[in-house]
């Protein structure tokens, strides 16, 4: 493992126990060129997944991309870390057990979208602005009317 700070090659791992979800390892690493510490995760990977943009550009799946983007959307929301964590993980199992390669990001953020819904109302809304790029009070108006029509 290349150290993040000095790109030396040669690391140690220090300490190594699993998350408090068990759907990773957690290393704690030392470099031997600076003496810099730092945390790696280890995590299983059943299929490398790329992402079909609406634009047809295509990219690798990046984990952690999507976590930012939920991150954004559930600032300042009542909702620790580990809940994020296990969302995330539930949606990259989903995305590997469809069985294909390529996904959509349309996928993707409906995906999100169900998991916000069920977790948080105001990080849905603020998901739904962005993913379904809202131009302004109307996007918003009428998603809420629809929203509304929906709760029993």
Partial sequence: M???????EDTQVK????TDDNAAIRRRRICSGCGARFTTFERVQLRELN???????REAFDREKLQRSMLVALRKRPIEGSQLDRIVNSIVRQLESLGESDISSRQIGELAMTALEQLDSVAYVRYASVYR???GADDFNDFLGKLRMDVP
Avoid: A
């Fill in 2 to 8: 290349r150290c993040p700070f000095c790109t030396h």
């Fill in 15 to 18: 300490d190594s126990r699993p």
């Fill in 51 to 57: 992402v079909t943009k609406s634009n047809g550009e």
């Fill in 133 to 135: 790029d809202f131009r």
